[in-house]
T-cell receptor, first 112, second 117 residues
Framework: EADIYQTPRYLVIGTGKKITLECSQTMGHDKMYWYQQDPGMELHLIHYSYGVNSTEKGDLSSESTVSRIRTEHFPLTLESARPSHTSQYLC???????????FGPGTRLTVL | GESVGLHLPTLSVQEGDNSIINCAYSNSASDYFIWYKQESGKGPQFIIDIRSNMDKRQGQRVTVLLNKTVKHLSLQIAATQPGDSAVYFCAEGDRKNYGGSQGNLIFGKGTKLSVKP
């Protein structure tokens, strides 16, 4: 079982709200990632970080932002949630670039 | 049963049969390959991996085969059980790419495995 945690597991909010999805890992990994995944669909990389104070946008354009102030923590923020943001958000970490990524349980977000 | 993950996203097998899930990878430079299992409502879970200097690797009831000539990866599950029902993703990585974003894992689209009792 990987030591990577996400909170909340489920979130239902109204349009326009600001939200932060939390992700923490205790494996000491430098590399962390956020993916967006619709039910039964493929994974889309939206953000990644190779270390503290390093963040990059992924392959899929996203209106969310991330920060990496501590190695173990990689939160994702939506300043103004919209129904189009409804999806599952998965956080992952790895020891090296291109090596096995370990995933958290995900946050299922619904924006009304 | 056999399925090409990118073209036939659903594979249905009878309990006790062997399953074969296929994946075509894209990057000739990839040197590391992983299979993940994702159950409904959960994050992907690591199953087995293989390095490019190997053709075959076996785990508990699972075997991964790698054919670098045609850039093809397969996952074989022996004696498939209802608990194997999930979506299976292949992923490729380039561990030689020490810092570039091109080294990030590339995930396949996934194959949904349904096991009939």
């Amino acid at each position: 079982e990987a030591d990577i945690y996400q909170t909340p597991r489920y979130l239902v909010i109204g349009t326009g709200k600001k939200i932060t999805l939390e992700c923490s890992q205790t494996m000491g990994h430098d590399k962390m990632y956020w993916y967006q995944q619709d039910p039964g669909m493929e994974l889309h990389l939206i953000h990644y970080s190779y270390g503290v104070n390093s963040t990059e946008k992924g392959d899929l354009s996203s209106e969310s932002t991330v920060s990496r102030i501590r190695t173990e923590h990689f939160p994702l923020t939506l300043e103004s949630a919209r129904p189009s943001h409804t999806s599952q958000y998965l956080c992952a970490s790895s020891e090296y670039v291109g090596s096995t990524q370990y995933f958290g349980p995900g946050t299922r977000l619904t924006v009304l | 049963g056999e399925s090409v993950g990118l073209h036939l996203p659903t594979l249905s097998v009878q309990e006790g049969d062997n399953s074969i899930i296929n994946c075509a990878y894209s990057n000739s430079a990839s040197d590391y390959f992983i299979w993940y299992k994702q159950e409904s409502g959960k994050g992907p879970q690591f199953i087995i991996d293989i390095r490019s200097n190997m053709d075959k690797r076996q785990g508990q009831r699972v075997t991964v085969l790698l054919n670098k000539t045609v850039k093809h990866l397969s996952l074989q599950i022996a004696a498939t059980q209802p608990g194997d029902s999930a979506v299976y993703f292949c992923a490729e990585g380039d561990r030689k790419n020490y810092g570039g974003s091109q080294g990030n894992l590339i995930f396949g689209k996934g194959t949904k495995l349904s096991v009939k009792p």
